[in-house]
């Protein structure tokens, strides 16, 4: 791994606000929003693609990439832990969860909802929890200021205020030939002038424009001011998104990367029809973006194997995006490409799980200022007692683990007359499901085996060698 990565120094103390929402979100079995590289055990090889692709969209690329893996293998996280990348190598961020309601396509405003779902979470590194898009206006102001002034202009003056206005507008005319870059570029306008006028109605209502709130034409032109403006609809918002990049690039940022989490929720929804349009849509976004018709944007898709893999009603079901996503005649078994659009999440090795444990037990040690009473050889009895069940040599996710370990910390924290081996003794191991994948929605499809993280199909028997404490390293 080299030294882009600009990892956090794990030894230094967390900051207490963000290590007791790290915990709290852990504990719940919840991906952390902030946080996330305290815990960045392995994964390196994934990491290091996402960054390979973030500095090839930063020289003016776009990129598509898809991170699948079961429930609780990391798919979510390794999505924030990208998105925090993203923010600090200067990229606008939006991210969003799909879900019945949200889709990329459908009627009722279902494609709509993602898109305010990703405006809403709209980021910065100034701004990292989102909401962001007054401070991304704000900074193109600033950055036509700066042009300016390292031009020799006095800010100030008249001469400056003069061709301040005159940048803005050749700006904005660089976006009126895309699809809807006329009526974007109209808001954009507007909201400059509200600006220049402190006329902060107006800049709201510039701003629920470019959110998508408006339901109607008419709500629309009333409240910003202009007769022939349009609205950004189920049909239309994947271009404003393409806009939007473009916006981005112009205000001094390095692109867009947009995260699109649980698209299993495609898989199931149970209209053919409906299906393949949402599958359509994301051929329109891996089509523009590899083909360089979307410089500066990367879009990651998180979603399980079937949701790729499912012959009758996954991505592969889809007959071109399963030519463009399938492995090659050199791809699939032990050898692995990061460089393709698909990034498969194996489980992580033994001695990660260590790894993670241990840091889990130094921070839980931090926030609540207690010597952790676990031993080394507790930790790795803990995690024997994990990877000993059935099925585990396959099924077993960080999300178990961590969520398991830092209950029976709580519980040792709580319980100060209780011992480590007193309460790990009265736990009721149970096997791993080898269906945990599986959904009992009653539309789901008939009948195709589970498929595990690395593509193939999972044996439930569990034939390996039982493990010892020597077999744990770190």
């Not at 007959?319 to 791809?331: Q, V």
Request: charged share 25%; glycine share 8%; aromatic share 8%.
């Amino acid at each position: 791994m080299d030294g882009r990565m600009n990892k956090p120094n794990t030894t230094a103390k967390v900051p207490r606000r963000i290590l007791g929402t790290l915990l709290s979100s852990l504990s719940a079995g919840v991906v952390p929003r902030s946080g996330a590289p305290y815990i960045a055990i392995g994964r390196n090889d994934e990491i290091e693609s996402l960054v390979t692709s973030l500095d090839r969209v930063a020289d003016g690329e776009g990129a598509t990439k898809f991170i699948i893996g079961r429930y609780g293998s990391g798919k979510s996280f390794l999505i924030q832990l990208s998105r925090g990348y993203a923010l600090d190598r200067g990229f606008i961020t939006a991210d969003a969860d799909l879900s019945p309601e949200r889709k990329l396509s459908g009627a009722n405003g279902s494609g709509l909802a993602t898109y305010r779902e990703l405006m809403k979470n709209i980021a910065c590194k100034s701004s990292p929890d989102g909401g962001a898009l007054p401070v991304i206006l704000g900074k193109w102001f600033t950055t036509v200021g700066e042009e300016l002034i390292d031009e020799g202009i006095t800010a100030d003056t008249e001469a400056y205020h003069a061709e301040f206005g005159k940048r803005i507008m050749k700006n904005l005319r660089e976006l009126e030939s895309d699809v809807g870059g006329f009526d974007f570029a109209t808001v954009l306008r507007e909201y400059y002038n509200a600006w220049q006028t402190d006329d902060d109605m107006k800049q709201s209502a510039c701003l629920k424009w470019l959110r998508g709130e408006y339901n109607t034409r008419t709500e629309a032109r009333q409240a910003v001011g202009i007769r022939s403006l349009s609205i950004i609809s189920d049909d239309n918002w994947y271009d404003y998104l393409k806009l939007f990049t473009s916006f981005a690039r112009l205000a001094g940022y390095s692109g867009l990367c947009v995260y699109i989490d649980e698209c299993v929720n495609l898989y199931k929804i149970p209209n053919r029809i409906s299906r393949e349009n949402n599958y359509e849509k994301i051929l329109a976004m891996f089509n523009d973006t590899m083909q360089g018709r979307a410089p500066g944007l990367m879009i990651v898709f998180g979603g399980t194997p079937q949701f790729l893999e499912d012959s009758r009603r996954g991505l592969f079901s889809y007959e071109a995006l399963r030519s463009r996503l399938a492995d090659g005649r050199y791809g699939g078994g032990e050898l692995k490409s990061l460089m393709q659009p698909v990034i498969r999440l194996k489980r992580l090795s033994d001695s990660e799980l260590y790894a993670l444990v241990i840091r889990l037990a130094s921070l839980h040690g931090e926030y609540h200022k207690w010597d952790v009473r676990v031993t080394e050889e507790n930790m790795k009895t803990f995690l024997m007692a994990s990877l000993d069940r059935t099925g585990a040599d396959t099924m077993i996710t960080p999300r178990e683990i961590i969520r398991d370990f830092v209950t029976l910390l709580d519980l040792l924290y709580t319980n100060t007359d209780k011992t480590f081996a007193d309460i790990a003794g009265a736990v009721q191991r149970s096997t791993v499901s080898a269906n945990v994948d599986d959904d009992d929605d009653s539309t789901s499809a008939p009948a195709s085996a589970p498929v595990s993280a690395s593509g193939g199909n999972p044996n439930p028997a569990d034939t390996r060698p039982k493990i010892t404490l020597d077999d744990i390293e770190f």
